[in-house]
């Protein structure tokens, strides 16, 4: 591991050279994947993040079956080459709590009710991390879920926050991550409702607070960006086919 | 699936209750249920705490061992946290190793000790590099009557305050008392009914779509949350909890676990 730096923010500039509530360049690519129903390519960053979601599908083995909606499936995993020392291919307990929370994140903005019997599965591959892969993730999810058509209530969209020399900013970098104060990874819809929150370090009530409405400003850039590559993708697809071009305020936009 | 069905038929009651500003078992909406510590319970462990919770019951045992260090932090103390939801405590819960559950559990209550810094992991450090001290905490769980995040929160650190180093037993020197500096509180809220209730019973936590856990240091700073399930929170409802959380966590602490 690298060495702790001296200071994290000199003349309000970080290490990168972002000010205090800036995020990290963000490139999307829409259908990467062929066989995958949608996929999405994410550079967040040096996180580099590919999701594929598959589905509605036949969820088995069918005792897992809920009759009344679909079971969202999320899997986070980390190729084994993504970080510095080369983790262990499959499972550990880390992937499987963020799988969990990743789940978590989107069971409320997929319209489950539709599709009874049926798992929707989202997939997450960490090709290259570098601190905020679980939110870089969720950011491809929520693409990749609408790259698919999967009725959607919004798009979630996630950053982290966090505090370096008794700072709060947005989105850590690597060495933030790992020698910051704390890390506040959160993800909501475009109406500011939380759908992912955890926390880890050490905080006053009010730098949450802080924290927390920096959140808000970092996952609406987000938001923007999400919306703007669905719009570039579908609005020109849509055009080609001679169909209707699809109203700019639908694409990702209702949350209620 | 018993349990959920159950689950179903109570929500309509349990909901009107709410909406009357009362809770099936009495409490008022930030009130916990009794709690009972009793530490040294298991004679073998180097600390030990059996903790209730209402209905839940949980023994958090604490060993320590010489071992190495991780190779990122050589001159620091490592704590490893696992959580057993054995068949015992539920109908529910099957044998077999750790799942989501439990590791989730596991994992926060981890994050409460580990980000606090309530045990002085610089003092656990013998050999830079070669020798440390590894603190296993096993928390287990033998009854489940909901809020099980809490209830192993506070034994885990009711047991580590009751903690001896076994240094004697590896020729390592005297016994002392583990170097514990503060005590974080996990307290955990549901939404329900547009209401935000703390301790959720098991029934109030099996129908509520959110749970969500807030740990407080001494200080009232704090130092983890996680929200789990499917239900969204607003910004409003994150920070009342926050504000509830710390006032509940200094309440337990002063009445159970200071010294």
């Known amino acids: 591991m690298s060495e702790k730096p001296e200071h994290f923010i000199v003349d309000g500039k970080r290490l990168d050279g972002r000010s205090v509530d800036e995020l990290r360049p963000i490139k999307i690519e829409l259908s990467p994947l062929d066989r995958a129903d949608g996929s999405c390519y994410l550079e967040w960053g040096r996180n580099k993040i590919m999701a594929a979601v598959y589905g509605p599908r036949e969820l088995h083995p069918r005792h897992r079956q809920n ?18 020392d080369r983790i262990r291919p499959g499972h550990s307990r880390r992937s499987i709590e963020i799988s969990k929370v990743g789940r978590d994140a989107f069971e409320y903005v997929v319209f489950t ?100 409405k920096l959140a808000k400003i970092g996952c609406d850039k987000v938001y923007k960006l999400q919306r703007q590559a669905l719009i570039e993708k579908y609005n020109g697809e849509y055009a080609e086919n001679g169909e209707d071009a699809m109203p700019q305020a639908r694409i990702g936009d209702a949350d209620e | ?26 409490r008022a909406f930030d009130e916990f249920r009794d709690i009972t ?39 620091v103390g490592v704590i490893i946290t696992n959580t057993e939801l054995i068949p015992m405590a539920s109908p529910d819960y099957e044998a077999g190793p750790p799942r989501e559950t439990a590791i989730e559990i596991a994992r926060v209550v981890d994050r409460g000790i580990r980000e606090s810094k309530a045990i002085d992991l610089e003092k656990l450090c013998m050999v830079k590099g070669e020798k440390v001290w590894i603190i296993f905490i096993d928390i287990h769980v033998l009854n489940n009557g909901g809020n099980i995040i809490d ?87 994150v920070m009342r909890v926050v504000e509830m959380a710390g006032t509940a966590a200094a309440k337990i602490r002063e009445k159970f676990l200071e010294v």
């Open chain 2, 1 to 26: 699936m018993s349990d959920d069905v159950m689950a179903e038929i109570h929500r309509d009651y349990l909901f009107n209750l709410i909406l009357k500003g009362e809770r099936d078992d009495g």
């Open chain 1, 67 to 84: 009759m009344t909606k679909a079971v969202v499936q999320y899997r986070y995993n980390m190729a084994a080459f993504s970080v510095d």
């Open chain 1, 113 to 212: 009710k539709f599709f009874p019997k049926t798992a929707v599965d989202i997939f997450i591959e960490v090709l290259q991390a570098d601190a905020g892969t679980r939110t870089a993730g969720i950011n491809a999810a929520s693409l990749a879920l609408a790259d698919a058509g999967i009725p959607m209530r919004g798009l979630v969209s996630a950053c982290a926050v966090g505090k370096v020399d008794g700072e709060i900013v947005l989105d850590l970098m690597k060495e933030e991550d790992n020698f910051g104060e704390a890390d506040v990874p959160i993800a909501m819809t475009a109406g500011g409702k939380i759908t992912h929150l955890q926390m880890d370090g050490n905080l006053t009530k009010e730098e949450f607070y802080e924290a927390l």
């Open chain 2, 151 to 237: 209830a192993a929160s506070i034994g885990s650190i009711a047991a580590l305050l009751s903690t001896t180093l076994p240094a004697e037993r590896y020729g390592l020197g005297e016994d002392s008392p583990l170097p514990v500096r503060d005590i974080p509180v996990a307290v955990t809220a549901i939404e329900f009914g547009g209401e935000l209730l703390l301790d959720p019973s098991l029934e109030e936590g099996k129908l509520a779509g959110t749970v969500y856990t807030v740990i407080t240091n001494s200080d009232g700073s704090i130092s983890g949350m996680q929200k789990s399930g499917a239900e969204p929170l607003t910004i409003d409802q």
């Open chain 2, 37 to 75: 510590i009793e530490t040294g319970v298991a004679g073998m462990a180097e600390g030990s705490a059996l903790v209730t919770l209402g209905d839940t019951q949980i023994l958090v045992g604490i060993k320590i061992q010489p071992g190495e260090p991780f190779p990122d932090t050589p001159d």
